[in-house]
T-cell receptor, first 112, second 110 residues
Framework: DTAVSQTPKYLVTQMGNDKSIKCEQN?????MYWYKQDSKKFLKIMFS???????INETVPNRFSPKSPDKAHLNLHINSLELGDSAVYFC???????????FGPGTRLTVL | DQQVKQNSPSLSVQEGRISILNCDYT??????FLWYKKYPAEGPTFLIS?????DKNEDGRFTVFLNKSAKHLSLHIVPSQPGDSAVYFC?????????FGAGTTVTVRA
């Protein structure tokens, strides 16, 4: 059983389009995250939700909007996609901020 | 501005020998440090961690050392096995956020 799952695994789209990436965790965790791994391979935190409440919102363009319909899901919606948005996006979850994070397999987004 | 740095992008080691991965950080407020392992096309998986009040933590073949005065930590893998070939990320926590290094690719040669 997959602990943290993301869909889709690959996403290829044109500049200017709007797309969503879905994330689900079946670990019963309270906290979920979105990370972006850029071309230099750094993993950078974008957002964090705790019990459906936004806790961390790093310097991310307003085109990115996370949505948490319930504790087990944290989706990422991106408007007006740009070339620079091309990256691998990882979802993660943890019991709380003090515990290790469990990562999903990643979604490779390519903007043409 | 990267607060966590892994200056060696790659490491090649003979099977059975020790692998030593290094990580430096700049933020003195980091209170918890972690190592993650990542295989291609998968997400990072937690490997081992250490609190800032300790200087060593051991789990089987993996040992993490922390030198707070030098703002340096290292991961020792001994003995190295072919299945250890992966990318290893160092991470540090401050104010509920994790900051990651760029990773070190370890290749274990048979």
């Amino acid at each position: 059983d997959t602990a943290v799952s993301q869909t889709p695994k690959y996403l290829v789209t044109q500049m200017g389009n709007d797309k969503s990436i879905k994330c689900e965790q079946n670990l019963g965790h309270d906290t979920m995250y979105w990370y972006k791994q850029d071309s230099k391979k750094f993993l950078k935190i974008m957002f964090s939700y705790n019990n459906k409440e936004l806790i961390i919102n790093e310097t991310v363009p307003n085109r990115f909007s996370p949505k948490s319909p319930d504790k087990a899901h944290l989706n990422l919606h991106i408007n007006s996609l740009e070339l620079g948005d091309s990256a691998v996006y990882f979802c993660a979850s943890s019991q709380d901020y003090l515990n290790e994070q469990f990562f999903g397999p990643g979604t490779r987004l390519t903007v043409l | 501005d990267q607060q966590v740095k892994q200056n060696s992008p790659s490491l090649s080691v003979q099977e059975g020998r020790i692998s030593i991965l290094n990580c430096d950080y700049t933020n003195s407020m980091f209170d918890y440090f972690l190592w993650y392992k990542k295989y291609p096309a998968e997400g990072p998986t937690f490997l081992i961690s250490i609190s800032s009040i300790k200087d060593k933590n051991e789990d089987g073949r993996f040992t993490v050392f922390l030198n707070k005065s030098a703002k340096h930590l290292s991961l020792h893998i001994v003995p190295s096995q072919p299945g250890d070939s992966a990318v290893y990320f160092c991470a540090a926590r401050d104010d509920y956020k994790l900051s990651f290094g760029a990773g070190t690719t370890v290749t274990v040669r048979a």
